[in-house]
């Protein structure tokens, strides 16, 4: 009898290393040098070789800062998405600091308040920023992808899938990054899932390419530009980021 064809393997995520990180909460940013681990009012630099705190930034007990969420590093910039979260009424910014000392240096208003500002990235000269919504379906199916120019006025939005939608149940869309190939790849708050998407040029919807398994748990996640194909991700329950190479589908 002759041999059966076996199935291509799946694209998947193998882990490299993992790093304790108490800050380790909400999401990780990464540049050549660090990774930073962010919780909603910390943020921790840490050396990404030895896994060792450089530098580890509070705020003032008077800061607006309550619920910072994904980040990512622009040209020794760190921009992390903040919200009010669970406050109302809503107030989105994105936060800027120095990267390497951590020192606030600009806090971007956003006046949309429909959606907590919950991951920011850059591509192609456009900035990307999701707003989310919680609760039922029909409500997080509200979540939604922004594309801003370098004025950030906002140029065209889609919405996720159906079939992303029911993985982010009962919460919404935490983390998201673009990464090799040019497709999106987005977290929930819970699965160790990555959910990889395509961006049509018209707005609308974005199209499903497939799910990854990764030993993470949701939350924000960072492909690190000084590494091809290397993300960064978190487990917050062990306070732990974890170093990852995608491994492509054969």
């Given amino acids: 009898m002759p041999a059966q064809a076996s199935e291509p393997a799946a694209a998947r995520m193998q882990e490299l290393k993992r790093f304790p990180a108490r800050e380790a909460h909400q999401a990780v940013a990464v540049d050549g040098s660090a990774f930073y681990a962010i919780s909603s009012r910390e943020i921790g630099r840490y050396d990404k070789q030895t896994g060792q705190l450089i530098k580890l930034w509070s705020p003032p007990r008077d800061s607006h800062i309550r619920h910072l969420n994904s980040g990512i590093v622009i040209d020794g910039k760190l921009y992390c998405a903040h919200s009010n979260w669970p406050a109302t009424p809503l107030k989105n910014t994105i936060e800027v600091f120095d990267a390497e000392n951590l020192r606030p240096l600009q806090t971007l208003k956003f006046p949309d308040t429909t959606g907590a500002i919950n991951w920011v990235d850059r591509r192609q000269g456009k ?56 497709l999106l790849y987005v977290t929930g708050h819970d699965h160790g899932e990555l959910y990889v998407l395509r961006v049509p040029e018209k707005p609308g919807v974005m199209e499903y390419v497939e799910t990854i398994t990764a030993p993470i748990a949701g939350q924000g996640i960072a492909w690190d530009q000084t590494e091809e194909g290397i993300m960064y991700g978190i487990i917050r329950k062990q306070k732990e980021v974890v170093k990852l190479q995608l491994k492509q589908a054969r």
């Fill in 127 to 182: 900035w990307w920023v999701v707003f989310a919504f919680y609760g039922k379906a029909d409500n997080v199916k509200l979540t939604r992808l922004v594309r801003y120019n370098d004025q950030w006025e906002p140029e065209a939005e889609w919405t996720f899938p159906e079939q992303v939608v029911q993985r982010f149940l009962p919460n919404s869309n935490s983390g998201g990054a673009w990464g090799p190939g040019g």
